[in-house]
């Protein structure tokens, strides 16, 4: 049986506020963020588990939207892509070298063709355990690039310049 799979970001954080592009530090959600994930929850009560990068601005959105009444699992598959030595800087520095990273990781951290498979290798996983069931992954840009890679085979090349679609969650089925 297929799986039902919803992928949302995590909510708004100080850094998307100030313009930081946090790559794989931990993060810590704005007040703006902390009313989006309790909207979170409240829009996604159907699902039978929830998925969350290990970083703290997913783990608080989980947290927020989820805790006590799902169970949430970490996972440190779905975390954003390592940018290395550029973890932290500023959104448009990060943002003007993407394009050299689809395939070359950046200094110091991981390529976003190295997220794909690590979100691929997470998916298959997936595909086994909840079989016939609602899962909902929280996670980060990164993995909703690998996402639409991997279900709609746009170009990594395409996605890493693209601006993000936010939307209140993304749905695919995974065989």
């Known amino acids: 049986m297929p799986v039902r799979l919803i992928y949302e970001t995590h909510a708004t954080t100080v ?3 100030t313009g930081i592009a946090t790559g794989r530090l931990p993060g810590e959600l704005s007040k703006a963020g902390r009313e989006q994930a309790a909207e979170l ?7 039978d588990v929830v998925y969350a990068s290990d970083l703290r601005r997913a783990v608080q959105t989980a947290e927020i939207a989820f805790g006590g009444t799902r169970e949430i699992l970490l996972d440190a598959r779905l975390r954003e892509c390592d940018y290395g030595i550029y973890n932290g800087r500023p959104v448009s520095e990060v ?3 993407r394009s050299r990273h689809v395939d070359t990781p950046w200094p110091g951290g991981q390529s976003y063709r190295q997220v794909v498979a690590e979100t ?3 998916l298959e996983d ?19 690039l690998a996402l639409r890679n991997l ?5 990594l090349e395409e996605l890493v310049d693209a601006p993000l679609d936010w939307r209140p969650g993304w749905e695919y089925t995974l065989a």
């Open 151 to 155: 279900f709609d085979g746009v170009p």
């Open 41 to 47: 929850g409240e829009r996604r009560r159907g699902v």
């Open 126 to 144: 997936v595909s086994k355990l909840w079989q016939g069931r609602t899962v909902l992954i929280i996670a980060h840009r990164a993995n909703r």
């Open 120 to 122: 691929a290798a997470f």
């Open 15 to 17: 850094d998307n506020e």
């Open 95 to 97: 943002g003007a070298l």
